[in-house]
């Protein structure tokens, strides 16, 4: 999952935390009913990338709301909670999509009601 090309491999999301001192990239990869959700170690002085921590939650555990048009760029923020813990994200429209899709069950975006984005129309 480390060095996996996103554009290569459907089913990984990406995203960041924001907030103060948070940092890194997060990775969630579905296996069965369950996703692997791992942490990865900013890019900084030549030994980022690397794994920090990483822990299997049920698919069922993992809730996305994007907030509204805010929109930073070309990444959207949303609220990402997993097993009840909520967590401010930052990701990208696709990778917004990838994650509704799957928790849904759809098989591609065009099952995901709204436009490419993933939002809402306006």
Known sequence: MRTAVLSEHAQIIEFKKRGVGEKGTWRLQPDCDLFLICQFADKTFGMGGKPRQ???V???DIQIQHE???WLGKAVNANL??????NKVRLNPEMLLRLESLLTGAEGPSQVQGDRTGLPPK
Do not use: P
């Open 58 to 60: 049920s698919r069922h």
């Open 81 to 86: 909670s997993i097993s009840g813990a909520a």
């Open 54 to 56: 990483a822990a299997y």
């Open 68 to 70: 509204g048009d805010r």
